[in-house]
């Protein structure tokens, strides 16, 4: 059996050159960059974050790449793990169509180039090269039981990606890289990924992985066969959709112009919801603990969300983790503390039975108005339910890309005991692809700058600003300087 997908992509990989990229596409992944690090040093302060930080620096390892935000130099492998759980530890992270590739593109890129002596160009084009692969692969699995984040194995593929770029292999070298990356792909548990702390370390294992994968094969491991697709392969296990279909625009089409920044903590179908509330709150001046009712119509993939997680959920012992996911608890914590904020996710705030209480005054319900424009994607045509794969067909046309929007809409109505209401409604969520890029530079720029303050000074602060924002022009050892500034000046 020879090579057919992979050695396309290990073709492509090698022969990518920034200055070929469409400006717009080079902006983009500078925005990734700073929600990517901001995550970091929000998940640094998360229960699940600290676990991961002490466990890693128990671990043996060298001195050639940093953990973020703690300065702390270890391994490359253990750096990667760390700062890509932290990444994940707040579902604070970037996504794009149809994945959540942030984890390996970024933290991968980074801590390769650190470990690798490799400049900012470089950089940008290995975590491109990761986008790319990662949204596509993630998209072959769309409506299905794996989506979103628990398509941890788009980080395989990611890692790859990156380390084979970062470490100069040839396209022979890269094809066999993605094939090793597959050897064992993994598939999170829906108990795991919505009842554990253990969700912010699925990235972190398959992207170490991945780039395991690249040394493995820079150190001559061989391959004789397509571990992605045929009866044999990934697609048999994952893909709903057609491999081959997904793969044919690489290079024409940039899935990196769809990445969607969150404005907060929690996935991505809550976006608009809290992005309402706090208009509300803001606009009124609401007052959370004379509210008697909020009443939430949102899109199905919001609804599908909930009930995904509704098991695991412990009231004030419920797991930061699992609240991520929580209509009711997010607009309740949001429309109390005026914010919804890492903070919000604290054991000791989460335990607040005010809180508790408001939420059980929260109802969702499906909207029919955001349903209809979810399914008018001219990038995925859904069925009439809007809720499975059946009929879905996702056209990877340029056009349809660039029309296509992050349409995670939803109305909320707030009702005051006084019997005073307000109401809101949101399509595009802020941040999210559909919205214009100054909107998302935005946002992650206030992201970057709100999550860093507790560790940063201001000077240092816009000092990694201004050097994102040129990454392409960054030496190696500018780039190393960026990533110190990026860290604790206690470390």
């Excluded at 469409?22 to 929600?35: A, D, F, I, M």
């Excluded at 380390?163 to 050897?183: H, P, Y």
């Excluded at 919801?273 to 606009?283: H, N």
Aim: proline share 4%; aromatic share 6%; glycine share 8%.
């Amino acid at each position: 059996m020879g090579f057919g997908i992979t050695e396309r992509i290990g073709i492509w990989v090698t022969n990518l050159r920034l200055e070929s990229v469409p400006r717009r596409v080079v902006e983009e992944l500078k925005n990734q960059v700073l929600s990517v690090i901001a995550a970091m040093h929000a998940g640094h302060f998360s229960e699940p974050g600290r676990v991961v930080s002490r466990t890693v620096k128990q671990w043996a390892g060298g001195k050639e790449a940093t953990m973020v935000p703690s300065g702390e130099r270890t391994s490359l492998h253990y750096a990667l793990f760390a700062n890509a759980s932290l990444s994940m530890a707040l579902d604070y992270d970037d996504y794009l169509f149809a994945a959540h590739t942030g984890h390996s593109a970024v933290v991968g890129a980074l801590g390769v180039a650190e470990a690798a002596n490799r400049g900012g160009a470089e950089v940008l084009a290995a975590q491109l090269a990761a986008n790319e692969i990662g949204g596509r692969l993630g998209a072959v699995a769309l409506g299905g039981p794996l989506n979103g984040q628990m398509c941890s194995f788009v980080h395989l593929a990611g890692g790859a990606a990156v380390g084979a770029r970062l470490l100069e292999l040839d396209a022979a070298k890269t094809t066999a890289a993605l094939n090793i990356a597959m050897a064992q792909p993994p598939h999170p548990l829906r108990a795991a990924f919505f009842g554990s702390e253990a969700k912010a370390i699925l990235a972190a294992q398959t992207l170490t992985t991945g780039i395991q994968a690249a040394q493995l094969a820079a150190q001559g491991m061989r391959v004789v066969a397509d571990a992605w697709e045929g009866d044999d392969g990934l697609a048999k296990l994952v893909a709903l959709h057609s491999l081959d279909a997904a793969f044919e625009t690489l290079g024409d089409v940039w899935v990196t112009e769809t990445l969607s920044y969150k404005p907060y903590p929690g996935c991505a179908y809550l976006t608009a919801i809290i992005d309402c509330v706090l208009a509300l709150q803001r606009q009124h001046h609401i007052d959370g603990r004379k509210v008697r009712a909020v009443h939430i119509a949102a899109n199905p993939l919001t609804l599908g969300m909930e009930a995904w997680s509704a098991p695991y959920l412990r009231g004030p012992e419920s797991l930061p983790v699992t609240l991520n996911f929580s209509v009711a608890y997010s607009v309740a914590a949001a429309l109390l503390d005026k914010e919804l904020s890492p903070r919000q996710f604290l054991p000791e705030r989460i335990k607040d039975p005010t809180t508790w209480n408001l939420a059980q005054r929260v109802t969702l319900t499906l909207d029919d108005t955001m349903t209809q424009k979810m399914q008018e994607s001219p990038l995925v045509r859904l069925d009439s339910g809007g809720r499975s794969s059946a009929g879905m067909r996702i056209d990877w046309g340029p056009r349809q890309l660039t029309n296509h929007k992050m349409s995670f809409g939803a109305r909320v109505r707030i009702e005051l005991e006084s019997g005073r209401t307000y109401e809101a409604e949101q399509e595009v969520p802020f941040g999210a692809f559909g919205r214009t890029f100054d909107d998302r530079r935005k946002q992650v720029e206030d992201k970057f700058r709100r999550e860093t303050r507790y560790t940063l000074r201001k000077e240092r602060m816009e000092r990694a600003i201004d050097m994102i924002f040129h990454l392409e022009d960054l030496n190696s050892v500018q780039v190393r300087e960026l990533i110190r500034l990026c860290c604790s000046e206690r470390s």
